[in-house]
């Protein structure tokens, strides 16, 4: 079982930034995606953006060119740079460690951290 550990959310004003950090316990960390999902209050869970074990990049539309993922793999540790934050970006962000290339439920789930977004 890999050990998934979210740090970096909190209160912030509209416009402003925030970095989330993951940590993943897995010897494997480099060959593995890694993922951020969120999750808004009385909606679904949903795909922020993810980072394949070769640093291909992918990002649903509403965050494209606001938010960055990045991976330390000497770290076992991703990232997620978000900037210009909106207060529909308010959720609680849960970074998932993939099992190879599947991410999701496949993969292993941090507890998250609430991110929030005052405008």
């Known amino acids: 079982q890999v050990h998934v550990v979210e740090s970096g959310g909190g209160l912030v004003q509209a416009g402003g930034s925030l970095r989330l950090s993951c940590v993943a316990s897995?010897?494997?960390?480099?060959?593995?995606?890694m993922a951020w999902y969120r999750q808004a209050p009385g909606k679904q869970r949903e795909l922020v953006a993810f980072i394949t074990s070769v640093g291909t990049t992918h990002y649903t539309n509403s965050v494209q060119g606001r938010f960055t993922i990045s991976r330390d793999n000497a770290k076992n540790t991703v990232y997620l740079q978000m900037n210009s934050l909106k207060s529909e970006d308010t959720a609680v962000y849960f970074c998932?460690?993939?099992?190879?290339?599947?991410?999701?439920?496949?993969?292993?789930w941090g507890q998250g951290t609430q991110v929030t977004v005052s405008s």
């Open positions: 897995a010897s494997t960390f480099s060959m593995n995606a």
């Open positions: 998932n460690a993939g099992q190879g290339s599947r991410i999701g439920d496949s993969g292993s």
